[in-house]
């Protein structure tokens, strides 16, 4: 069993009027099946509305399935003793920084999760400078959370999380509500940690551009996986895509196409300007050589 396993997860959301009876069922999550690996990193597609959110928040027994199973490190999110344990397997980011970041100074609101449930002081600290520099936030240490940019903020959230060590990261649309800048900032901060610390990383995104590295993708619709396979399958799906209503950025299946052919693009291409950035310094590169 990988990390986290779901086995025909259903969730519905009812909405009842005053005297309980039922007015509206809203099936978020229908016979969903996943079995991820730890160390895997894998990316959740989908248009608004497709049931990403209600699917995450099972991950962290934010909520209960209707029906079917999900566990998380092995542990079925229904059993109650082991709540804490689940939550601390699996740290959740969200969409907005803002609504995360609770202390007023960068590295207090890392220490703050760690100190919440009790880690000595000392190893809270070695936590705190590892966690800032993986995220690259040394710097910024000492500094108000207020006068960050959003991508550094999610950066500190993102730090806030892993100071709790867990097995498996959970970023739902973390970049949402971030400029290109920050968003390539916390792409490339999410791959890191995977690639060099081995934490399984589940990232939840309507962006396309931002799933190329992962190790596997699955797309949602309507509450339903309706494709799974890795960044070379799926973006070669690109009708299928487009009927899930995902738009693939020309230039990012430009420099997709590109990198295939073996040419040295980084895979955070996001925006026109910086293809052509890329694509200038491997020409210059090329005539150097
Ligand atoms: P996504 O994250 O992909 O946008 P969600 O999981 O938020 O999708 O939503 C899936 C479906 O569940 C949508 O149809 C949405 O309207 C519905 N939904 C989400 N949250 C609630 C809620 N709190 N109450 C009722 N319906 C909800
Ligand atoms: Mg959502």
């Given at each position: 069993?990988?990390?986290?396993?779901?086995?025909?997860?259903?969730?519905?959301?009812?909405?009842?009027?005053?005297?309980?009876?039922?007015?509206?069922?809203?099936?978020?999550?229908r016979?969903?099946?996943?079995?991820?690996?730890?160390?895997?990193?894998?990316?959740?597609?989908?248009?608004?509305?497709?049931?990403?959110?209600?699917?995450?928040?099972?991950?962290?027994a934010?909520?209960?399935?209707?029906?079917?199973?999900?566990?998380?490190?092995?542990?079925?999110?229904?059993?109650?003793?082991?709540?804490?344990?689940?939550?601390?397997?699996?740290?959740?980011?969200?969409?907005?920084?803002?609504?995360?970041?609770?202390?007023?100074?960068?590295?207090?609101?890392?220490?703050?999760?760690p100190?919440?449930?009790?880690?000595?002081?000392?190893?809270?600290?070695?936590?705190?400078?590892?966690?800032?520099?993986?995220v690259?936030?040394?710097?910024?240490?000492?500094?108000?959370?207020?006068?960050?940019?959003?991508?550094?903020?999610?950066?500190?959230?993102?730090?806030?999380?892993?100071?709790?060590?867990?097995?498996?990261?959970?970023?739902?649309?973390?970049?949402?509500?971030?400029?290109?800048?920050?968003?390539?900032?916390?792409?490339?901060?999410?791959?890191?940690?995977?690639?060099?610390?081995?934490?399984?990383?589940?990232?939840?995104?309507?962006?396309?551009?931002?799933?190329?590295?992962?190790?596997?993708?699955?797309?949602?619709?309507?509450?339903?996986?309706?494709?799974?396979?890795?960044?070379?399958?799926i973006?070669?799906?690109?009708?299928?895509?487009?009927?899930?209503?995902?738009?693939?950025?020309?230039?990012?299946?430009?420099?997709?196409?590109?990198?295939?052919?073996?040419?040295?693009?980084?895979?955070?291409?996001?925006?026109?300007?910086?293809?052509?950035?890329?694509?200038?310094?491997v020409?210059?590169?090329?005539?150097?050589?």
């Open positions: 069993m990988g990390i986290i396993k779901a086995k025909n997860l259903i969730y519905n959301y009812i909405r009842q009027d005053e005297e309980d009876n039922t007015e509206e069922i809203s099936e978020a999550v016979d969903v099946s996943l079995d991820i690996r730890e160390g895997e990193f894998v990316a959740i597609l989908g248009h608004n509305g497709s049931g990403k959110s209600t699917l995450a928040k099972h991950m962290n934010l909520l209960l399935p209707t029906e079917g199973t999900i566990w998380i490190g092995g542990m079925d999110s229904r059993d109650e003793d082991h709540l804490w344990d689940i939550r601390q397997t699996a740290g959740m980011v969200f969409q907005n920084p803002d609504n995360q970041i609770i202390a007023s100074v960068v590295e207090e609101d890392v220490g703050f999760g100190e919440n449930i009790g880690v000595p002081t000392e190893e809270i600290w070695k936590r705190v400078d590892e966690c800032l520099k993986a690259g936030m040394t710097a910024y240490r000492k500094k108000s959370p207020n006068r960050l940019s959003g991508g550094q903020k999610q950066r500190v959230a993102i730090a806030g999380v892993m100071a709790m060590e867990p097995k498996c990261i959970v970023l739902d649309e973390p970049t949402a509500m971030l400029d290109p800048n920050g968003r390539r900032e916390v792409i490339r901060t999410v791959r890191e940690l995977n690639r060099q610390k081995g934490i399984t990383v589940i990232l939840i995104t309507h962006y396309m551009e931002e799933v190329i590295n992962a190790d596997r993708i699955i797309v949602m619709d309507e509450g339903e996986i309706v494709m799974e396979g890795t960044p070379e399958e973006f070669s799906r690109v009708e299928e895509l487009v009927r899930y209503r995902l738009d693939v950025p020309q230039v990012t299946e430009l420099a997709y196409r590109l990198r295939k052919k073996g040419v040295p693009l980084s895979p955070c291409v996001l925006t026109v300007d910086e293809f052509v950035k890329e694509l200038t310094e020409y210059r590169a090329g005539k150097e050589g």
